[in-house]
């Protein structure tokens, strides 16, 4: 079965978190909404961080949400938009 996943993850300017709490495999459009007021970090299969700008986004293929972590500023935020398909 196909599910669509749309989420708004809210940031609060603390530790890295994951973009689900349980492991949510899919194809997603991952982005940075241009309000945003600084770079969100995403945590590199290194454990360094990699900024993503405000107005960036990326298509991602059959990844586990669960596995990618965020931190930002308080209030910026990550949309999330795709499917299990």
Same mark, same amino acid.
């Given at each position: 079965? +196909? +599910?669509v996943i749309m989420?708004?993850?809210? *940031?609060?300017? #603390?530790?890295y978190r994951p973009l689900s709490t349980v492991p949510l495999v899919g194809t997603f459009t991952i982005s940075c909404p241009p309000? +945003?007021?600084?770079?969100? *970090?995403?945590? #590199?299969?290194?454990?360094?961080d990699v900024p993503w700008i405000p107005s960036?986004?990326?298509?991602v293929l059959r990844v586990d949400l669960s596995?990618?972590?965020?931190?930002?500023?308080?209030?910026d935020k990550v949309t999330v938009v795709g499917g299990t398909w």
């Open positions: 079965m +196909n +599910n989420r708004l993850i809210t *940031l609060d300017g #603390g530790d309000a +945003n007021t600084a770079s969100v *970090l995403f945590k #590199g299969d290194d454990g360094s960036e986004w990326h298509s596995q990618i972590q965020v931190k930002g500023a308080a209030g």
